[in-house]
């Protein structure tokens, strides 16, 4: 089997965040506290369209939050926000123009696979707007630092639909506390 993998286009926005936010010296600081599977990653450019290894990912995320989070329970969750805005504007605008929440919401699956490689599987289980739930399926290894992003990330992305996105959206099951997928779930209402 086949280990998990990023795509550059999973780095790259946080990346981007990051250095506006902190400036480049601070990012360069943090990244040298990184795990080596990290660092090495870093050692060439980062590109849109490569794979790395998700440990490196992982520990990415790790590094940010150890470096940038302090006092910020929801760092993440708040990285996943700025990047899904930045993404659904950019890379995912004509999801703009075209989709409706439900639409993007059942087209998860898609979305998940242009990010990760061999990090199982994301599908919507039900996208009513009083019953929404995404899962994935077949990544225990996900770290809880990626979960909060992806929360993050999907709520800012309902958000630049038009959606108001309700503020007990969570992940409600978890592999990093002993369940068998990762599961998120909300309700919402157009605005």
């Known amino acids: 089997m086949s280990s998990p993998r990023a795509s550059g286009r999973?780095?790259?926005g946080l990346i981007r965040h990051v250095k506006e936010r902190y400036g480049a010296p601070e990012f360069g600081a943090c990244l040298d506290t990184m795990p080596e599977v990290t660092?090495?990653?870093f050692q060439r450019r980062i590109l849109h369209a490569h794979w790395y290894p998700y440990e490196a990912y992982a520990g990415f995320l790790t590094g940010l939050e150890r470096r940038f989070g302090e006092g910020q329970p929801d760092f993440c969750r708040q990285l996943g926000r700025q990047s899904g805005q930045r993404d659904i504007s950019t890379v995912f605008r004509v999801y703009l123009a075209l989709a409706s929440t439900e639409r993007l919401i059942r087209g998860c699956?898609?979305?998940w696979a242009s990010y990760y490689e061999h990090a199982g599987t994301m599908e919507a289980t039900s996208w009513a707007p009083?019953?929404?739930c995404l899962r994935i399926s077949g990544f225990p290894a996900m770290s809880p630092q990626h979960c909060q992003l992806m929360a993050g990330w999907m709520i800012s992305t309902m958000d630049a639909l038009g959606v108001?996105?309700?503020?007990d959206a969570s992940e409600t099951k978890c592999c990093s506390r002993g369940d068998e997928v990762h599961?998120?779930?909300?309700t919402w209402r157009k605005r």
């Open 109 to 111: 699956t898609k979305v």
């Open 39 to 41: 660092r090495a990653a």
């Open 130 to 132: 009083d019953d929404t």
């Open 164 to 167: 108001e996105v309700s503020a």
């Open 183 to 186: 599961e998120f779930r909300c």
């Open 10 to 12: 999973a780095f790259l």
